[in-house]
Nanobody, 123 residues
Framework: VQLVESGGGSVQAGGALRLSCAAY????????MAWFRQRPGNGREGVAR????????YYADSVKGRFTISQDNAKNTVYLQMNSLKPEDTGMYYC?????????????????WGQGTQVTVST
């Protein structure tokens, strides 16, 4: 399994970015995929997750209403649309797949990780 993220970059506050995560060799439809981020000086936190079968989504309170996670099953790709970005959204964003626990937003429970993509939001 290989997860490849893209789409990070530098934007000003209020701007938008779309992250993509292409999943190679991962075809499970009964689990989940998620986006995590690691902000400077902090641990890895769950931002959003999507159930690969039902499409149900979950968002951390800090991004609710601004970020949208979606999936394209034909392309085996998960996206994270990030709008109204804030400086506190700055960090390394990671795609992850397949959780060993019911909660797909716990980093230690995820089996597969991408290499990460940097998002920097300036004032």
């Amino acid at each position: 399994v290989q997860l490849v993220e893209s789409g990070g970059g530098s934007v000003q506050a209020g701007g938008a970015l779309r992250l993509s995560c292409a999943a190679y060799g991962y075809t499970r439809s009964d689990n989940c995929m998620a986006w995590f981020r690691q902000r400077p000086g902090n641990g890895r936190e769950g931002v959003a997750r999507i159930a690969t079968g039902s499409g149900n989504t979950y968002y951390a309170d800090s991004v609710k209403g601004r970020f949208t996670i979606s999936q394209d099953n034909a392309k085996n790709t998960v996206y994270l649309q990030m709008n109204s970005l804030k400086p506190e959204d700055t960090g390394m964003y990671y795609c992850a797949a397949e959780s060993r626990t019911p909660d797909c937003t716990v980093a230690v429970g995820m089996n597969y990780w991408g290499q990460g993509t940097q998002v920097t939001v300036s004032t």
